[in-house]
């Protein structure tokens, strides 16, 4: 052999060595193969996969096998046949044997190489996402490589077809980029939300959710979005006796259309129009069980009445009872050595109370429980701690947590503390103004009446615009969208609407006009508690309340018209753009009617303390 090697044309080596790479890859890969080859057998022998049955621990890694074994099939055939011509002739050159050979040198090669990096990966699952990647860029080999596409995707669509079809993940693994979280409780089917997602795993709080490292990339975030929503519909619409037998026949059509989609394509056209149909089937069905068979429209009057202070009297009454019960402790210093647990007690017992006496009905309030996560953060004001950190929990009939989501729910629970403190600061100038009525026999300009009086004008004009000019209007388009719908999704589309537009047109998106109003707000309230002050030490100790001017109420005076100023240059501001322009109009027109404050803007304002005040 060494001699006949010897013998040979040093060129001829050259093609001897890149014939023998062949055998090498070849070798290499059959023993990728081999490491597979009872799963690879097992799906070979295998036509059709049965509904339910279990995936293996690598089942993409398995597909790969299929492929290359394809692969091979095609190698052996093109040795067969060169046996033939070699026996027939004799003389054929090593440079024929290369031509022959070659276009497998490269495949095999590529084939190696990407068989290293499946390996590198710790999830079998994004061998299509690497599959992808080497077919886009050997687009001289697309057709050989279509021998491991077709079954790769064949995989991803059958983990798709179980899901979407039958709501079930035969994945032990977690292949599937839908996944099951073991923390929730069984019935707790995700919702989709309308809003935009990045490709990152969010936080668990459903019973099913998509684990974004999993998502090959070219999935769309909308497509993805909708195989989850189809597995979570045919969830509910299987455990509803009214809607149980009419999935059975849907389920046979749905799996006829997933088996039709093209394997042989990393393009996502026909299974975006599919899973479209497919949620429009499932929609109509889901919008009949929301909305006809379980009563929506209560759920969201609960909602406004609640969250969103629909019922303005349960409100001021909550904050009455709580102003009494602190005031019985006129001590803060005691109320703050109650344990806690003692203090959110009192705080759910005085909105039960408040619940009672605006007459609340008993299985209403059954279905919400008031929720207060304070913790000792070291504030003077206790009230404030806990009434900060309060929320409400509402018990979500199935099927209605499809639609309400603890995502959304935390945003109802954002505005209904938020009005809580508007509510409560228009309650406590109120106050004042009744306590000081008698002691303030005629407001001294510069003094804390018309201070005052500045503050509530503002607070009561930007209180009435959230109720009736943001809430009431947008509950009722809310309304008008559900009685149009006429799918499931239609629904999902105005809720999402709804909330995402009081949240906007409320400025708890804006974080310069959320930090400013707070900063407004945040000054009334320490206002309101020097006032009370003053008032207590008049009634308990004689001393009298300071009518006008005074270093105090200046500072507080001007610190307010400096905040009052800077809000109305922003919402000035954006006033000129047109997806603000509307609703802040809307604002303007309460707080600056016909210009007449802001006309005076570039007055000194401690000299017309009384501009705004006049207005009352």
């Avoid at 799996?255 to 497919?278: A, H, I, K, W, Y």
């Avoid at 009949?288 to 202070?309: A, M, Q, R, W, Y």
């Avoid at 509402?394 to 508007?422: A, C």
């Avoid at 809000?567 to 000035?572: D, E, K, M």
Wanted: aromatic share 10%.
């Amino acid at each position: 052999m060494d001699l006949e090697i010897q013998l040979l044309h040093l060129w001829e080596r050259m093609v001897q060595n890149e014939i023998l790479e062949i055998a090498t890859h070849y070798k290499q890969l059959h023993s990728f193969i081999e490491s597979k080859k009872e799963r690879a057998n097992s799906v070979l022998s295998t036509s059709t996969v049965i509904h339910g049955s279990e995936y293996s621990t690598e089942s993409y890694i398995t597909a790969i096998c299929v492929g290359i074994i394809s692969v091979f099939k095609t190698y052996f055939n093109l040795i067969d046949d060169f046996e033939w011509k070699v026996l027939n002739d004799p003389f054929i050159t090593f440079s024929h044997v290369q031509s022959v050979f070659e276009p497998y040198r490269e495949l095999f090669r590529m084939l190696h190489i990407f068989i290293d990096r499946v390996k590198s990966e710790k999830s079998s699952c994004l061998v299509v996402e690497i599959l992808k990647s080497v077919f886009d860029s050997n687009i001289h080999k697309q057709d050989q490589l279509m021998h491991l596409v077709i079954p790769a995707n064949d995989t991803l669509y059958k983990h798709i077809t179980d899901w979407v079809v039958f709501g079930c993940l035969p994945n032990p693994n977690s292949e599937f980029f839908v996944q099951l979280n073991k923390e929730q409780p069984e019935g707790l089917e995700s919702t989709i939300t309308i809003r935009s997602r990045t490709r990152n795993t969010k936080k668990k709080t459903s019973r099913y959710f998509i684990n974004y490292t999993l998502v090959p990339t070219y999935f769309s975030i909308q497509l993805v979005e909708r195989i989850l929503f189809m597995g979570n519909s045919i969830l509910v619409l299987g455990k509803s006796d009214k809607t149980r037998a009419g999935l059975a026949g849907k389920q046979q059509e749905f799996f006829s259309r997933m088996q039709r989609l093209p394997r042989n394509t990393f393009r996502t056209d026909s299974l975006s129009e599919t899973m479209e149909e497919l949620t429009c089937a499932v929609g109509k069905d889901l919008h009949h069980l929301v909305v006809s068979e379980t009563d929506l429209l209560t759920h969201l009057s609960i909602i406004k009445d609640f969250f969103l202070g629909g019922r303005g009297e349960l409100f001021h009454e909550f904050q009455s009872i709580i102003s009494q019960n602190l005031s019985k402790k006129t001590s803060m210093m005691d109320l703050k050595m109650l344990p806690t647990k003692n203090v959110r007690l009192n705080i759910k017992e005085c909105f039960r109370l408040a619940s009672s006496r605006v007459q609340v009905q008993e299985h209403i309030l059954q279905k919400i429980e008031v929720i207060v996560t304070a913790t000792d953060s070291g504030k003077a004001d206790a009230m404030e701690k806990y009434l900060s950190e309060i929320g409400l929990n509402l018990k979500q009939e199935w099927p209605l947590h499809i639609l309400f989501t603890q995502e959304s729910m935390d945003g109802y629970n954002e505005m209904f503390r938020f009005l809580l403190q508007v509510r409560g600061l228009q309650m406590q100038l109120k106050l004042i103004w009744l306590e000081t009525r008698q002691i303030f026999r005629v407001p001294i300009p510069n003094g804390p009446a018309i201070l005052r009086i500045q503050m509530t004008y503002f607070i009561d004009n930007f209180q009435y615009y959230l109720q009736a000019d943001v809430l009431e209007s947008q509950y009722g388009i809310l309304i008008e969208g559900i009685e149009k719908s006429e799918t499931f999704d239609h629904i999902r589309l105005c809720l999402s609407k709804f909330q995402s537009n009081i949240m906007v047109q409320s400025f708890r998106t804006n974080p310069s006009l959320r930090d400013g109003i707070q900063q407004l707000m945040d000054l009334c309230t320490s206002y309101c508690k020097h006032m009370n002050y003053l008032i207590q030490q008049y009634h308990e100790h004689g001393i009298p309340v300071c009518e006008g001017r005074s270093s105090t109420i200046d500072e507080f005076t001007t610190n307010f018209h400096r905040k009052v100023e800077f809000l109305y240059a922003a919402f000035r501001r954006l006033a000129g753009d047109p997806q603000f322009g509307v609703y802040l109009g809307q604002l303007l027109l309460r707080l600056d009617y016909n210009s007449y404050f802001s006309k005076y803007r570039s007055m000194s304002l401690s000299q017309h303390p009384s501009i705004i005040g006049s207005l009352t």
